[in-house]
């Protein structure tokens, strides 16, 4: 159900168009490259027609599972955009920021970045505070105490049970990413347009 707050002005239909727009975008992004001379265009286009027929792959494999999501990009950002549209961001930027402070090796700046994390977005009153319980969100406060890398490790694990369970769902049923399935699919059915192209001979 979509909040009404007066800092989004923008209505949720708005944002699912914009949702739609974003996705759109990714899967034709290399049409909006610019035109290239004659001599490239065939080079040009087996090379684009390629990165199509990846991405279309990448898209066709989001739903296969919630892990494949969250290791592509663009799956991150169309999730990310979806996201926007329930106002729960939150959740997977959490997440993000987790996996990153996971790969700082300097003691200080772990600590550092820790506290960071733990006030934007698990305290109470946090600017982005994620749906956890109240026991996870003490563990966490304990671990700050002698910060490791993973001192966020359960209060990730219950936020990313969430959106698997919670988000994931209404992702892939969305209108949005069922149209952007079905272009992908249509992508990978059909031949490339460069191999039936006739040669450029002058």
Partial sequence: MCRTLSAFPTTCLERAKEFKTRLGIFLHKSDL???????GK????????????????DVLGWRESFDLLLSSKNGVAAFHAFLKTEFSQENLEFWLACEEFKKIRSATKLASRAHRIFEEFICSEAPKEVNIDHETRELTRTNLQAATATCFDVAQGKTR?????DSYPRFLKSPAY????AQASATNASPSSCSSAEPSHT
């Fill in 161 to 165: 049970t969430l959106m698997e369970k």
């Fill in 178 to 181: 069922q149209d952007l399935a």
């Fill in 33 to 39: 490259s610019s035109d290239t001379g004659n001599a």
């Fill in 42 to 57: 065939s080079e040009w286009n087996n090379k684009h027609s390629k990165e199509r027929r990846n991405f279309s792959e």
